[in-house]
């Protein structure tokens, strides 16, 4: 009796799996690779256009000031902020400043309405505005008790810098009548700080985001002599910013330069006819 063959069922061989896996592998990794790239080129892109948003921040704040500003204090002077965290110089690591070597800018701005007296009203005084970097980690410890001047944690970025702006009113015995004035106006001690710009680059070497190469100096004056009739006739502006992202250091306008403007006050020594918003 003839028996009909058992049908042969279709199967892989051993060798054939491992291929077939080697090859899924394979296709696996690139779609991997690729898509890692894409959230990485999409994470830097983003950052860059943050970066550059702080620039241009910074650049039309100051500008905007300096254009305002009755008087700039000139190199040389050293400058002591109120004793607080968000004002300790990141080289020296206190509150005392020197207009030459660290990178501070200093201003005294005109009443912003010029028709009320400073000792009645606040916005009849002369006011004291002054930019300078705080080193991005002491920054977020001083502002604990003002969460909305704390740009957030960032272990990555914290030996970056952040910009602040410090504020206060001069004193209503301040009533200048010759500029520039005879001695060099005194820091007010009860102003505040405000965050202006975050992950500004470094003037001085610090690991992981500037070397010799790239650093910098972010203010300079023109002239520098104390004794000239107008003691600072214009100020240059440099600021470059940093940032580690998905494992990449950014750091704009490039590796070692800085985005600079220079400007010439036209109102030093003088007071606004009209108020100023």
Known sequence: MNRAAAP???????????????????????????????????????????????????????????????????????????????????????????????????????????????????????????YYPVVRSVWISGVTATPWLDPGSNANNAATWVLAEYRANMPASFVPTVFPPAAVPAVPQNGTANLLADFVAPTIVTPGFTTIASAYSMFSFLPTNSSATVPVSGVTLRVATTRQTVGTTLRLPNATDEYTISVYPTNLGKIAATPIN
């Open 8 to 130: 042969q069922t279709g199967g892989f061989t051993l060798v054939e799996l491992l291929v077939g896996m080697a090859l899924m592998g394979i296709v696996l990794g690139a779609l991997l690779s690729f898509f890692t790239q894409g959230t990485r080129i999409s994470s830097q892109s983003s950052s860059r256009a943050d970066l550059q948003q702080e620039v241009l921040n910074v650049q039309q704040l100051i500008v905007g000031k300096l254009r305002e500003a009755w008087y700039i204090y000139p190199a040389g002077q050293t400058l002591t902020l109120s004793s607080a965290v968000t004002t300790r110089n990141p080289v020296t690591s206190n509150q005392s400043w020197n207009t030459s070597t660290h990178p501070i800018l200093a201003m005294i701005l005109p009443p912003s309405n010029t028709a009320l007296a400073c000792a009645t009203n606040a916005n009849g005084c002369y006011r004291f505005v002054a």
